[in-house]
């Protein structure tokens, strides 16, 4: 009797080998709703995760609408889209890598949202030396274990913000931000390695300039 071999497999390739699958950004609330964009392959690029967004956003829903949003170390851009997609009446995203940039420009115009999105290619701390404008919202998320977080806090109070903003910090967990006297610590949400804190202002002295920046 003949036997039969039984059918050759083909070799599976190693995990390292296969393909890496793009990323994918997820806005959870408001008009875009459930949209999908893409996610550059880039070192250090790390979303905001859906839970913290979420959280950070419920803390946030009373004064999103209308809000002047400055997204700092934009990156993927997902606050500042989430705050969009909620309302916000302008974001300003400030993005120091250029290919990083460009694919968060092509999602603004995916969403159609490139009107109110205002987009800088720049170091987010030579952005904070130029003439400031106030924003009611800004979000802070800078490469970790850089030290670039007490600097821009320090800067960020030289006219960028309104009088009662609110000021979303995200480090290391093993870091706890130098931030001004003026600032209060309102909300802290811990994932992984990453520890977001939402700060009130609170400030002593008088108003701060008008004007947009875009």
Same mark, same amino acid.
């Given at each position: 009797?003949?036997?039969?071999?039984?059918?050759?497999?083909?070799?599976?390739?190693?995990?390292?080998?296969?393909?890496?699958?793009?990323?994918?950004?997820?806005?959870?609330?408001?008009?875009?709703?459930?949209?999908q964009l893409p996610v550059l392959d880039h070192p250090g690029l790390r979303?905001?995760?859906?839970?913290?967004?979420?959280?950070?956003?419920?803390?946030?829903?009373? +004064?999103?609408?209308? &809000? $002047? @949003?400055?997204?700092?170390? /934009?990156?993927?851009? =997902?606050?500042?889209?989430? !705050?969009?997609?909620?309302?916000?009446?302008?974001?300003?995203? +400030?993005?120091?890598? &250029? $290919? @990083?940039?460009?694919?968060? /420009?092509?999602?603004? =115009?995916?969403?159609?949202? !490139?009107?109110?999105?205002?987009?800088?290619?720049?170091?987010?701390?030579?952005?904070? &030396?130029?003439?400031?404008?106030?924003?009611?919202?800004?979000?802070?998320?800078?490469?970790?274990?850089?030290?670039?977080?007490?600097?821009?806090?320090?800067?960020?109070?030289?006219?960028w913000l309104t009088e009662e903003a609110l000021i979303y910090v995200e480090?290391?967990?093993?870091?706890?931000?130098?931030?001004?006297?003026?600032?209060?610590?309102?909300?802290?949400?811990?994932?992984?390695?990453?520890?977001?804190?939402?700060?009130?202002?609170?400030?002593?002295?008088?108003?701060?300039?008008?004007?947009?920046?875009?």
């Amino acid at each position: 009797m003949t036997r039969r071999r039984p059918p050759s497999r083909k070799p599976r390739r190693p995990a390292a080998a296969q393909a890496k699958r793009p990323g994918r950004l997820r806005l959870i609330g408001g008009e875009y709703r459930r949209r999908q964009l893409p996610v550059l392959d880039h070192p250090g690029l790390r979303p905001t995760p859906d839970r913290v967004r979420e959280t950070l956003f419920n803390w946030l829903a009373a +004064v999103t609408p209308g &809000a $002047r @949003v400055l997204d700092l170390f /934009a990156g993927t851009g =997902a606050l500042g889209l989430e !705050a969009l997609s909620r309302g916000a009446r302008q974001a300003v995203f +400030v993005e120091g890598d &250029a $290919r @990083v940039a460009r694919q968060l /420009a092509d999602n603004l =115009a995916t969403l159609g949202a !490139a009107e109110r999105g205002c987009l800088i290619t720049a170091d987010a701390l030579a952005f904070l &030396a130029d003439d400031p404008t106030p924003f009611s919202l800004v979000f802070l998320d800078p490469p970790f274990r850089q030290g670039l977080t007490g600097a821009c806090c320090r800067a960020l109070e030289a006219g960028w913000l309104t009088e009662e903003a609110l000021i979303y910090v995200e480090t290391e967990s093993a870091h706890a931000p130098e931030v001004p006297a003026s600032w209060q610590l309102h909300r802290e949400v811990r994932a992984g390695d990453s520890t977001g804190r939402l700060y009130r202002r609170h400030p002593a002295g008088a108003g701060s300039p008008h004007g947009d920046a875009c």
